[in-house]
């Protein structure tokens, strides 16, 4: 029997990579299973050495396609069945950092915050130097011919946040391997972002701490509880 146990944490230890930060705020996204298209986002914060629900679970929606295995803190199952990539309609599972908050006009928020004009793209042109980054398109030599803007007449990324997904941002993004991953505003299902309410989206960004290091946990629920285990 405890050779048995052995064996399962060591398995687990193997699937789950040590997490490298420790954070004390989390986004825990669970969807019903990989190819579901909704999903409950739940808060939770650490305090005295143990985490607690903070507000009440949302109602959200995710890739159209469901979930694959992302690039982050974790380490994704040599086996996994289901991996994101580049236009496949799915969310990234895993266990990202939140990098900053964003928007079309400044937002009264204690977390990182940046103001998005129609010139700043987000690239995801897979031949680019620049994928999976934001840019200024004044200010760049434009390489690609795939991207977002990260204003537009629709309220979508009237507020947001980004995620850490592929290494964002850096030179270090695989290529391919999906890009532009946000929590931001919408009402169905998405190409791979995580999305709800403009009045949920805001009560996010007012809660979110830097200090706190938070992060997002994304998983279908045969997942979810062996991330949640590891990462907080």
């Not at 954070?23 to 607690?52: C, F, M, P």
């Not at 580049?86 to 204690?110: C, H, I, M, N, Q």
């Amino acid at each position: 029997m405890k050779k048995i146990l052995l064996i399962g944490l060591i398995a687990i230890s193997l699937v789950y990579a040590k997490k490298p930060l420790e954070s004390s705020q989390a986004l825990v996204v669970q969807s019903s299973g990989w190819n579901s298209n909704e999903a409950i986002l739940t808060r939770y914060e650490k305090s005295d050495n143990h985490w607690h629900k903070v507000g009440k679970s949302i109602s959200i929606h995710i890739g159209r396609n469901g979930l694959g295995w992302g690039i982050g803190l974790h380490k994704t199952p040599k086996r996994a069945k289901y991996i994101k990539h580049e236009g496949d309609g799915r969310s990234p599972a895993g266990v990202f950092s939140l990098l900053w908050g964003f928007g079309y006009e400044p937002f009264d928020t204690k977390y990182p915050y940046r103001v998005y004009h129609r010139y700043d793209h987000c690239v995801d042109d897979i031949s680019s130097k620049y994928y999976n980054s934001i840019v200024d398109s004044r200010s760049v030599d434009i390489d690609y011919k795939s991207k977002e803007y990260m204003k537009f007449a629709k309220n979508y990324y009237k507020y947001g946040v980004v995620v850490n997904h592929n290494d964002f941002g850096s030179n270090h993004s695989k290529k391919g391997a999906g890009s532009c991953i946000f929590i931001h505003i919408k009402d169905k299902p998405t190409a791979g972002c995580s999305v709800m309410s403009e009045s949920q989206m805001k009560t996010i960004l007012r809660w979110l701490d830097k200090s706190k290091n938070p992060i997002l946990i994304q998983a279908p629920k045969s997942e979810i509880e062996k991330l949640m285990l590891q990462y907080m």
